[in-house]
């Protein structure tokens, strides 16, 4: 069975252990060779990046996040092992994890960092699709001829460089399509290298959970399963005209992915469509002074990560789930594109005073659309908001502040709530 070392590179027959350095690290598939989709995830990315920038964090629990009324962004393993997990309350995260240190997100820190990370693996493919700022899709179907070595061997090399360079580690997920591959790098993190063939495809989908599919959420999950769906093995039992009849074109979708099936491109030009946040509360809540300091909140996380993509969007989006799981979504056209967090605040607190009180909610979340780049945005001045302007240089000084002396060195009121 074909085998690889993933600390020294070596290629051999199967083995427990590398022949050449002794390494234990060593992954074994007898399509290992053959093939070419892969994902590329990074391990808790934004915590290792702290870690790695202060050293004194190595063996401490990190979490990424607001105040105590804020929610996790993401936790390092430490955390995770204890309990803590991504969209968590921060208070329910530090009952489980008293001891944690817990740092504001550094989103321009990260998006600097992610552009290190896209430039490696532009040098193994031209065909790479970013999903976030951590993980990505990369077609090798040319790498042997290209580089000489097959693509388990690219991928290997792609994140022993992450970690010698950068000193970051990702995982790993090969497979034949896509659907497979972003399931394989779940598999064994953090560090991992899983491989899932063609020929086994049928039998490893069997016994798994739906929840599995990506894009299957929590409303989605409930529908199956009210149709006793709960694993692949009872969607093969379905005809494919029986689950369009009774999902739309999302039953075309699960007809073929039970099947293993995705025929979907590595696309390498990709626009990114949307920049949004959003957060599910521990309890529901129709309490309006806390839902303000969430759309604050989520439209700061909004902003940040347009600043450091270099984008700002034509329109604002509110989205809230009730307690029923129903979704209301509410949107405004701007007349000018924004990046800046003052501005997707004020749209959004709008849109969530035009909804009326409809609560309690399970699930806000804030985003901006149409984007474009952010030279074309925050150019007009507002008649009607004379302050507007000097609420923007306001919001422009406190990122110069916060990018000198760090993300805690001036925190909004408002962020409190």
């Known amino acids: 069975m074909p085998a690889l070392c993933r600390t020294c590179l070596e290629t051999f027959d199967d083995g427990r252990r590398c022949p050449a350095c002794g390494s234990p690290r060593v992954t074994a598939h007898p399509e290992l060779f053959s093939l070419s989709i892969a994902h590329m995830d990074c391990d808790a990315f934004y915590a290792s990046v702290e870690k790695r920038d202060n050293p004194d964090l190595a063996d401490k629990p990190v979490i990424i996040g607001g105040g105590k009324r804020g929610v996790v962004s993401t936790a390092c393993y430490i955390a995770r092992i204890r309990g803590v997990k991504s969209a968590m309350p921060m208070f329910q995260a530090l009952k489980l994890c008293p001891d944690a240190v817990v740092i504001r997100p550094r989103m321009k820190v990260y998006a600097e960092v992610s552009k290190q990370i896209r430039a490696l693996m532009d040098e193994l493919t031209p065909d790479v699709e970013p999903l976030s700022l951590d993980e990505a899709f990369m077609d090798l179907s040319g790498t042997r001829r290209l580089h000489g070595h097959p693509p388990a061997v690219m ?110 491109r590595v696309s390498a030009n990709a626009p990114v469509k ?95 659309s149409h984007l474009v780049a952010e030279a074309q945005a925050d150019r007009s001045t507002d008649l009607l908001d004379p302050q507007a302007a000097k609420r923007s240089g306001a919001e422009r000084a406190t990122d110069a502040i916060r990018a000198k002396f760090g993300e805690g060195a001036i925190l909004k009121g408002r962020a409190l709530r």
């Not at 005809?239 to 999902?247: M, T």
């Not at 979704?327 to 009326?356: E, F, W």
């Open 155 to 264: 991928l290997a090399r792609l994140v022993k460089r992450m970690k010698d360079d950068l000193g970051l580690t990702g995982s790993i997920g090969l497979s034949h399509n896509k659907f497979l591959a972003k399931i394989a790098s779940d598999l064994d993190k953090p560090r991992g290298f899983s491989v899932i063939g063609q020929a086994e495809t049928a039998a490893f989908l069997q016994d798994k959970p739906v929840r599995l599919i990506w894009g299957v959420g929590q409303a989605t999950q409930a529908q199956l399963e009210k149709a006793g769906i709960h694993r692949f093995s009872d969607l093969l039992r379905w005809e494919r005209e029986d689950l369009h009849a009774r999902f739309g074109a999302m039953g075309d979708r699960l007809y073929h992915l039970a099947r293993g099936e995705d025929h979907r």
């Open 274 to 368: 949307s920049i949004s946040n959003e957060t599910t509360f521990f309890e529901d809540t129709a309490d309006p002074d806390l839902l303000d300091g969430h759309i604050w909140r989520l439209a700061e996380n909004v902003s940040d990560r347009a600043k450091a993509r270099g984008m700002a969007g034509r329109v604002v989006t509110l989205k809230l789930k009730r307690a029923n799981h129903a979704l209301l979504t509410r949107r405004v056209t701007l007349h000018d594109a924004t990046q800046m967090a003052d501005t997707i605040y004020r749209t959004a607190r709008a849109l969530y005073d035009a909804a009326g009180d409809q609560g309690p909610y399970r699930l806000i979340g804030v985003g901006i």
